[in-house]
C-alpha cells in the first residue's frame, strides 16, 4: 500500500486530477477545494479533519484552489482481487466523497498513527492494514457485478512450512506480503485468504507472534542485551521492540527477563 500526504498546491489556472490507481483519502486538517466534474461546473467544497474520499482508478475531477492536506492510501488490485475472490463475485468501486465511516476511519488512523511513528511496524504491517481497508471498501461502497468461481483450501503443510522457513531466514529483515505470497507460488490475493484459512491469523500476526516466541528465547539467556534482541527480531528500535512486546506480552522485554530469572532460581 502507497501512503503519502499531500498537500493543496497552488496552481493559476484549474486542472484535471485524475486517480491511476484506487485513492482513499482521509482530510488531516479542516479545509476547502473548488472542485467539479467539468470546469464549467466547479463549486467550492468545505470538509472537517477526519473526512475521507473513496476514487476508483482513473476517477477524473477539475481542481482549482485548494486549501486542504490529506493522508493519501493507495490501494492495490491484488488487495480488492483478493475481497472479491472471497466474496465469488466481481466488485467496481464507486466514487464518495464526505465519508464519515468508523469502520475506514479506524484503519485509515492507525496508518496515520504508523506514518507519524515512522513506520516502526514495517511493509507486513501495511499490507495486513491493505486488506482491511479493501475489504472494507467493497463491502460498503462496492458494486457487485458477477460472479467467479471460488477457491477452496488453505495452504497445505508444505507451503506452511516453507513459510516458516522464509520467517525464520528473514527474522533480522523487512519482509513483505509479496515476498511470503512468492515463496509458495502464489498471487498475494490468493495467498492471504488461503494463509488466514490454513492458520487462523493474517501473515503479519503470524510473523509478529513468530518474531516475539524468538524474543523470549534469547531474553532467557542472560548475556543478550535488549537491543540485540530487538535488532535480531526484526523490529527497527528498542523502543518499537518494548512497546509490541508489552502490548503482545503484558510486560515489558527486562521485566519479562527478571519474572524468568526468578522462577529459574
Given at each position: 500500500?502507497?501512503?503519502?500526504?499531500?498537500?493543496?498546491?497552488?496552481?493559476?489556472?484549474?486542472?484535471?486530477?485524475?486517480?491511476?490507481?484506487?485513492?482513499?483519502?482521509?482530510?488531516?486538517?479542516?479545509?476547502?477545494?473548488?472542485?467539479?466534474?467539468?470546469?464549467?461546473?466547479?463549486?467550492?467544497?468545505?470538509?472537517?479533519?477526519?473526512?475521507?474520499?473513496?476514487?476508483?482508478?482513473?476517477?477524473?475531477?477539475?481542481?482549482?484552489?485548494?486549501?486542504?492536506?490529506?493522508?493519501?492510501?493507495?490501494?492495490?488490485?491484488?488487495?480488492?482481487?483478493?475481497?472479491?475472490?472471497?466474496?465469488?463475485?466481481?466488485?467496481?468501486?464507486?466514487?464518495?466523497?464526505?465519508?464519515?465511516?468508523?469502520?475506514?476511519?479506524?484503519?485509515?488512523?492507525?496508518?496515520?498513527?504508523?506514518?507519524?511513528?515512522?513506520?516502526?511496524?514495517?511493509?507486513?504491517?501495511?499490507?495486513?492494514?491493505?486488506?482491511?481497508?479493501?475489504?472494507?471498501?467493497?463491502?460498503?461502497?462496492?458494486?457487485?457485478?458477477?460472479?467467479?468461481?471460488?477457491?477452496?483450501?488453505?495452504?497445505?503443510?508444505?507451503?506452511?512450512?516453507?513459510?516458516?522457513?522464509?520467517?525464520?531466514?528473514?527474522?533480522?529483515?523487512?519482509?513483505?506480503?509479496?515476498?511470503?505470497?512468492?515463496?509458495?507460488?502464489?498471487?498475494?490475493?490468493?495467498?492471504?485468504?488461503?494463509?488466514?484459512?490454513?492458520?487462523?491469523?493474517?501473515?503479519?500476526?503470524?510473523?509478529?507472534?513468530?518474531?516475539?516466541?524468538?524474543?523470549?528465547?534469547?531474553?532467557?539467556?542472560?548475556?543478550?542485551?535488549?537491543?540485540?534482541?530487538?535488532?535480531?527480531?526484526?523490529?527497527?528500535?528498542?523502543?518499537?521492540?518494548?512497546?509490541?512486546?508489552?502490548?503482545?506480552?503484558?510486560?515489558?522485554?527486562?521485566?519479562?527477563?527478571?519474572?524468568?530469572?526468578k522462577r529459574a532460581h
Open positions: 500500500m502507497k501512503v503519502a500526504v499531500e498537500k493543496s498546491r497552488s496552481a493559476k489556472e484549474p486542472y484535471l486530477e485524475e486517480h491511476r490507481e484506487h485513492v482513499l483519502a482521509m482530510m488531516l486538517r479542516p479545509g476547502s477545494v473548488e472542485v467539479g466534474p467539468r470546469r464549467s461546473e466547479m463549486r467550492r467544497v468545505t470538509f472537517q479533519a477526519g473526512e475521507m474520499g473513496l476514487f476508483p482508478r482513473h476517477t477524473k475531477r477539475w481542481v482549482g484552489a485548494a486549501d486542504q492536506e490529506r493522508l493519501v492510501l493507495g490501494i492495490s488490485d491484488d488487495a480488492l482481487r483478493a475481497t472479491c475472490e472471497r466474496r465469488s463475485c466481481e466488485v467496481e468501486l464507486r466514487h464518495r466523497c464526505g465519508l464519515v465511516d468508523s469502520r475506514l476511519h479506524g484503519l485509515v488512523a492507525a496508518v496515520n498513527a504508523e506514518r507519524i511513528a515512522g513506520f516502526p511496524s514495517g511493509r507486513l504491517f501495511l499490507d495486513s492494514v491493505e486488506q482491511a481497508l479493501a475489504s472494507a471498501m467493497v463491502d460498503i461502497y462496492g458494486l457487485r457485478r458477477s460472479s467467479v468461481g471460488t477457491l477452496r483450501g488453505g495452504l497445505g503443510s508444505p507451503r506452511v512450512r516453507t513459510i516458516k522457513e522464509l520467517v525464520h531466514a528473514k527474522m533480522e529483515d523487512e519482509l513483505t506480503l509479496y515476498e511470503m505470497a512468492q515463496s509458495v507460488q502464489l498471487s498475494t490475493a490468493h495467498f492471504s485468504r488461503m494463509f488466514h484459512k490454513s492458520t487462523g491469523e493474517t501473515p503479519h500476526q503470524f510473523v509478529l507472534r513468530r518474531r516475539l516466541e524468538r524474543a523470549k528465547e534469547m531474553l532467557r539467556a542472560a548475556e543478550a542485551r535488549v537491543l540485540d534482541v530487538a535488532v535480531a527480531c526484526g523490529f527497527k528500535t528498542q523502543q518499537d521492540f518494548a512497546r509490541v512486546f508489552r502490548r503482545m506480552c503484558g510486560a515489558s522485554p527486562t521485566e519479562y527477563r527478571h519474572a524468568f530469572e
